[in-house]
Each structure stands twice: as structure tokens, then as C-alpha cells.
């Protein structure tokens, strides 16, 4: 009993340690597309709402002024910084072909930004058309 007991925990912290498995940017994408149909049956990503959501500046409830590009900086293929001073990898997927493959990454860190620049939770159309524009920067 012991020894299957053993194994299990091992098998338990093994799994917890392996990587998650990537999912292309563009199933995560179409899952935030669906998801906004249901709300609009006709909605379309837009880049220029995209990019518009990325830079246009917000009050937050302290009075600061916030945009994603205060901290992702006005170009997304380098690195940002954030107000705790540390380092952001790229937020375009052509300079980080990692950003936006990992589901659990992606809610993660909508539901922080969103809550801080926006002081409420992204829409999945704003989900929807912030990752279209970044796929067409090159």
C-alpha cells in the first residue's frame, strides 16, 4: 500500500511539473471569436479596434493614467516594463512565438491588465481584437 501510495504522489508531482501543451494562437483566437458571437451574432475581430484598445489611455480609480502600452511600450515586439519594474517579454507574437499558446497564460494575464487598465474584465471581443491586431505586426 505504501509503495502505490508513493508512486501516485510521484506520478501527482510529475504531472504537475510538465509543461503545458502549446496551443496555436489561432485556436485561441477563435475561441475568444465565438465566444463575442454569442453576444453579436455578426461581430468580426477588428484590427483598428484592436490596436485603439492597446493604446488609447484610461483613468484608473487612482487617477493614473494607464494604457497597455504603458508598460508593453508603444512598439509590442520589445520588451516592456511594469510599474514593479520588471521585465515584459514582447507582446507580438513574431517577436515571442510564445505569447498567447498557453490557454491558462492568456485568461491569467487578460484578467490582471484588463482589471488594471480598464478596472473591469476584458471582453472576448476585446480578447478577440487585441490578438488580431498583434498578428499583423511584423
Known amino acids: 500500500m505504501h509503495k502505490s501510495m508513493t508512486a501516485l504522489a510521484l506520478a501527482a508531482c510529475l504531472s504537475q511539473a510538465a509543461p503545458a501543451v502549446a496551443v496555436p ?7 475568444y471569436e465565438s465566444e463575442a458571437r454569442k453576444e453579436s451574432a455578426s461581430f468580426m475581430p477588428s484590427v483598428t479596434r484592436g490596436e ?9 480609480a487612482r487617477g493614473d ?15 516592456g516594463i511594469t510599474r514593479a519594474h520588471k521585465t515584459i517579454e514582447p507582446l507580438a507574437p513574431v517577436a515571442n512565438p510564445l505569447r498567447f499558446t498557453d ?27 487585441l490578438i488580431t491586431w498583434l498578428l499583423t505586426i511584423k
Open 25 to 31: 494562437t489561432q485556436e485561441i483566437l477563435r475561441g
Open 52 to 60: 485603439s484598445l492597446f493604446r488609447t489611455e484610461r483613468s484608473t
Open 103 to 129: 490557454p491558462a497564460k492568456v485568461e491569467k494575464w487578460f484578467g490582471r491588465n484588463c482589471a488594471d487598465v480598464f478596472t473591469r474584465s476584458c471582453t472576448a471581443a476585446e480578447k478577440a481584437d
Open 65 to 79: 493614467k494607464l494604457a497597455c502600452a504603458t508598460c508593453h511600450t508603444n512598439d509590442p515586439r520589445q520588451s
